[in-house]
């Protein structure tokens, strides 16, 4: 028994940074924001005893209804043509031999190292009213200038585009790990049964690259109910409800309107969202074959 | 013995210069001044920092609006945070409310030699809550009516003065519009029309123009308040639509229209002044501009109008120290003196006795517009209100909705109404 | 005469692949060109795909008159520490959970797998509050503690520890190894790839890391980079090349970085596609 308890401390010992990390920065935190939605405390110090006030709130703040139904249009546009796209652009980078093949790959996946600033600079200047080169192309196609981040209308598919441009490469890379996995005997043996490239793509390729498929979709979609950095930049001094997403709103109640409780409330909320979403997706993707 | 001598002497005044540099008080400063009104104020602080050797001022200028005011305010709930930094006198009472400011008391403004007198009695009692001083005036800026003289001229709407003519009255002016678009400009007039302020200032001078209350006695737009409003609003929207005025335009843009003579008129601020100074000294403008008050459209002549001032935040925890506060009210009392130069940067200076000088009365454009002093009118006195503040986020959801045609102007000045009230309530 | 068969659609695909290429990566040399001319050719009408008038005014302007040194250093430290802590907490953790037996190894592990990706976004109130608390508002420490929780890490080193075959640990056991040595002469080793994914990874996800850092410095002097060129203005006239330079200044070592290791920084993250979530 001796050996046991030892045992015990050793494995303590390793598990001891990330389970302290975790309790001091994570479990507290948690626990705390579920305390702070009872409140109606300001961001720096305590408050009264609410009850269940600012959840009754939630449901009938129209801002929060916005930005809630604002997350869910970002997700629809980022998620799947984010995954489909990747996995396209892959097939693409794959067909490539040698430089050729690197070049292409650095250029897809160049934006995904940049910092999020740095993309916000570069479309707020490609994308400017007045000087952005994207305006040529309006006026020739469209029409007219378009002050994009400005226009209910254009903000969030323009941002959802941005953001498909900044991060895809990472996507990208994983689905070129995944063709690299399928052995090309599987499309030789298809080819002398005469297979094209379509069929080859549907019974070979698209069922074979389903794990990583999954895993896109899973990282693209709890990463896109997160969204805030790139949209706040990019749509700041403008009309921020056009736009307004779950996290934006956090950031709204409790830094700017000082809201700490009613801020931890939205706060809450978008946890749980998270958690469920993230149930529901790992049963509907576990229901699929492997 | 002699080498010695004045090796030691070398050494005494090194330690004399050492520790004068640490005796310096550095002084943290925060601003949202950019453009023209930036480059003005960083020469103003290079000045002071050359002439007060014992002082230096840090200066960051952060983004205007909501970006600065949510900076300030959240890092004086965990004493962090400039040591000064400017002020919208229309936000006072909001800053106070959420216990952002301190309060200069007045044995401290007395010691520095600050004195209530020096400034427009309304102006020095806008720094105040419950008879509580928590800022000091810096100036009072307004908008007006920039204007291209050759493309006036063109259309015929140039006064012998050099002025524009025929502008008062709103059918006189939208006539106008129309004439110089038709004459060959892309626009009639500019304005930010994407946005909060660039909306705010001109509809709530519109407004003010018809002897509107925007809030008394706790009610927002009372009565038949909101019908002004949405007069004021539905002008606006006019001009939108009848494609006098650019749509959903960025601040930034809504100023290049207007230099790169694609828009003939630009409502701004008078903060705009020093980009056409400098733009026309470079050669750069392409046509002669001038700037006057602007037009009464309604019934009476209004102008919104707003004060910078410099104010401290409240540190909680890490108060400033009676040193630093010297130097703080020193540096205040300084900018005010030479608020001159800060003329220069269109702005009407809050401190008298430069408003009396020579200099500042031949002072040019600032002579010309002038005169809307005497019927300025200040954002409504709420903790609601001023530079972003709910009326600002209120009137960008529902006036600069409606001006650019998303919501109809009757149901614009309601949301506006309805919105601010709740938040009373 | 059909000995050579020339794949038209083959071709084509590929045309079409050289030409999204060219596309997506247009903004990256629109953005440097425009940095390389003088402001006044910035906003003349047309498009000029190379400057009339070369200049580095830009890149002159950004160094001198802003602190982007400090902000460099900020993010250089910020991204390093954060990097160092969470691959060594994830694979010491990792390491336990895969091949130690303890009390509570099952709960630690559910809890691990139910806090995958972990919404830290949603703890920014709290997490300010605690911060604030510490005194760790405008420091290093501050911008980097909500950083290190990141349990994918765990799970990651977890599976290919997992497939590393006893016989390795075994041996090392009849030779008197201590649990120590074992993790750090043989588990790290044989996965040093996986190591050097993960490192990548989330270097390049601090070094981008914004709303936090954007949220915990209120300085000046504590901001990192990413923050910096967007917080602090500037007090001159039309800056569109300014911004610019400041926004390339800001991607350049890690851009430089990627171009050289290319093949290794791909693989690495290539290996990543391994995990099953």
């Given at each position: 028994?001796?050996?046991k ?19 001091v920065?994570?479990l507290?935190p948690?626990?705390r ?10 961001l ?5 005893w609410?009850?269940?006030?600012n959840?009754l ?80 192309a ?12 400005r ?10 585009f941005?953001t ?13 790990a ?17 297979a ?16 990583v498929t999954a895993?896109?979709l899973?990282?693209?979609l ?5 969204i ?35 801020g931890?409330?939205?706060a ?18 576990r229901?699929?074959?492997? | 013995?002699?080498?010695f ?20 008080e ?8 950019s ?21 230096e001022i ?11 005011y ?27 409310d ?7 008391t ?5 010691a ?20 509580k001083?928590?800022?000091?005036p ?5 908008i ?20 524009p ?7 006189n002016?939208?006539a106008?519009?129309?004439?110089l ?8 007039m ?10 705010w200032?001109?509809f709530?001078s519109?407004?003010n ?5 925007f ?13 002004k ?17 650019p ?9 290049a ?18 980009t056409?100074?400098?733009l ?16 009464t459209?309604?019934d ?30 020193t ?8 608020s001159?130069s800060?003329?220069?940067a269109?702005?009407?200076?809050a ?13 040019e ?7 809307l ?7 409504p ?8 503040s709910?009326?600002y986020?209120?009137?960008a959801?529902n006036?600069t909705?409606?001006?650019n ?21 | ?20 290429a ?43 008159t ?6 460099y250093?900020n ?11 969470v ?8 390491y336990?959970l895969?091949q130690?037996?303890f ?5 630690l592990w559910?809890?691990?797998l ?18 604030s ?16 929780i ?15 075959p ?7 056991r009849?030779d ?19 190591t050097?994914a ?13 709303l ?31 911004n ?18 290319q ?5 690495a ?9």
């Open positions: 028994m001796h050996t308890s030892r045992d015990n401390w050793v494995a303590a010992a390793f598990v001891a940074p990330f389970v302290i990390a975790y309790l920065l994570f507290y948690t626990v924001m579920i305390f702070l939605t009872f409140t109606d405390a300001p720096i110090g305590t408050g009264g609410v009850g269940f006030k959840y709130r939630l449901f009938n703040d129209k801002a929060y209804i916005n930005a809630f139904w604002n997350t869910g249009y970002f997700v629809l546009l980022t998620v799947i043509p984010n995954t489909l796209l990747g996995l396209v652009f892959a097939m693409m980078v794959n067909r490539q031999k040698g430089y050729v093949q690197s070049l292409i790959l650095a250029a897809f996946f160049l934006p995904y190292i940049l910092p999020v600033s740095v993309v916000f600079r570069i479309w707020e200047w490609i994308m400017d009213y007045q000087f952005g080169i994207a305006q040529y309006l006026d020739a196609f469209y029409g007219e200038r378009v002050a994009v981040f226009n209910k209308a254009w903000a969030m598919p323009m941002i959802a941005v498909i441009w900044w991060t895809i490469g990472f996507n990208v890379l994983l689905f070129i995944g063709l690299r996995n399928i052995s090309q005997d599987m499309y030789d043996a298809s080819a002398l049964d005469g094209n490239r379509w069929k080859q793509f549907r019974f070979i390729t698209w069922p074979l690259i389903w794990p895993l896109v899973t990282i693209q709890i990463l896109q109910l997160k805030f950095d790139q949209l706040y930049l990019l749509t700041l001094g403008g009309n921020v409800n056009n736009t307004m997403v779950l996290v934006q709103y956090i950031y709204k109640q409790a830094f700017q309107l000082n809201k700490g409780g009613y931890a409330t939205v809450f909320s978008l946890f749980m969202i998270i958690v469920v979403v993230s149930v529901l997706q790992y049963q509907v993707l229901a699929k074959p492997r | 013995m002699r080498k001598m004045t090796k030691a002497l070398a050494t005494v005044a090194l330690l004399a210069m050492t520790a004068g540099a640490q005796a310096k550095t002084v943290v400063w925060w601003d949202f001044l453009g023209g009104d930036g480059v003005r104020m960083k020469s103003l602080i290079d000045e002071f920092n050359k002439t007060n050797p014992d002082i840090q200066a960051t200028t952060l983004e205007w609006g909501i970006p600065f949510t900076k300030v305010q959240t890092s004086a709930a965990v004493g962090e945070g400039p040591d000064v930094m400017t002020y919208h006198l229309s936000r006072l009472p909001l800053g106070v959420s216990g952002v400011l301190r309060e200069i007045a044995d401290e403004l007395k520095a030699g600050i004195e209530g007198a020096n400034y427009a009695p309304a102006n020095w009692k806008a720094a105040q809550v419950d008879g001083q928590y800022a000091v810096f100036d009072i800026h307004s007006v009516l920039f204007y291209n003289k050759d493309a006036l001229k063109k259309a015929d709407l140039l006064g012998e003065d050099g002025k003519k025929g502008f008062d009255g709103i059918e002016f939208d106008a519009l129309k004439k678009k038709d004459a060959g400009s892309d626009y009639g500019s304005f930010q029309t994407a946005g909060d302020g660039g909306v200032r001109i709530y519109l407004f123009q018809q002897g509107g209350d809030y008394k006695d706790g009610k927002f737009l009372d009565g038949d308040n909101v019908d409003a949405a007069k004021a609003a539905g002008a606006m929207a006019k001009w939108v639509s009848d494609g006098v005025v749509k959903q335009t960025d601040y930034n843009p809504s100023i229209l207007f230099t790169s003579g694609k828009a003939p008129l630009l409502m701004n601020g008078v903060w705009e002044v020093p056409m100074a400098d026309s000294k470079q050669g750069k403008l392409g046509f002669e501009w001038g700037a006057v008050q602007i037009p459209l309604f009476k002549p209004a102008t919104w109008a707003d004060s910078h001032a410099f104010a401290i935040p409240d540190r909680k925890g890490k108060e400033i120290s009676p040193e630093k506060l010297k130097a703080v009210l540096a205040i009392k300084w900018m005010n003196e030479h001159i800060w003329a220069n269109g702005h009407i200076p401190y008298i006795p430069v408003t009396e000088t020579e200099a500042f009365k031949t002072m454009p600032n002579a010309t517009y002038s005169s002093a005497a019927t300025a009118v200040f954002d006195t709420s903790k609601l209100a001023g530079v972003a709910p009326v986020e209120a009137s959801n006036i909705t409606t001006v045609g998303d919501m109809d102007p009757q149901a614009g000045a309601e949301g506006l109404r309805d919105e601010l009230q709740a938040l009373q309530e | 005469m059909n000995i050579v068969k020339i794949d038209f659609a083959g071709r084509l695909i590929t045309l079409v692949t050289l030409a999204i060219i596309v997506w990566a247009f903004p990256l040399y629109w953005a440097i060109i425009t940095t390389l001319k003088p402001e006044f050719e910035v906003v003349q009408p047309g498009i000029n795909l190379l400057p009339k008038t070369w200049t580095l005014e830009s890149y002159a302007h950004v160094l001198t802003t602190k982007i040194g400090r902000w250093l993010s250089v430290v910020v991204s390093v520490v954060v990097t160092i802590l691959v060594m907490m994830g694979a010491l953790c990792g336990a895969s130690l037996r009390r509570g190894r099952t709960v559910f809890t691990v139910a806090s995958f990706m972990v919404p830290i976004q949603a703890l920014i109130v709290t997490h300010f509050v605690l911060m608390q510490l005194g760790l508002i405008n420091t290093w420490l501050g911008i980097i503690l909500p950083q290190l990141v349990p994918v890490v765990v799970i990651v080193y977890k599976q290919f520890f997992d497939s590393v006893k016989d390795f640990r075994e041996a090392a009849v008197g190894a201590g649990e120590f040595d074992i993790f750090l002469r043989i588990f790290l080793p044989m996965n040093w790839g996986v050097t993960l490192a990548i990874i989330t270097f390049i996800g601090a070094w981008n890391s914004f936090w850092p954007f949220l915990v410095s209120t300085s000046e002097d504590t901001m990192t980079i990413t923050v910096g060129i967007t917080q602090v203005k500037d007090n001159f006239g039309v800056q569109y090349a300014r610019l330079a400041a926004a390339v200044l800001a991607a350049m070592p890690v851009a430089i970085a990627y171009l050289i290791f093949r290794r920084v791909t693989q993250i290539m290996l990543s596609a391994g995990i099953k979530g």
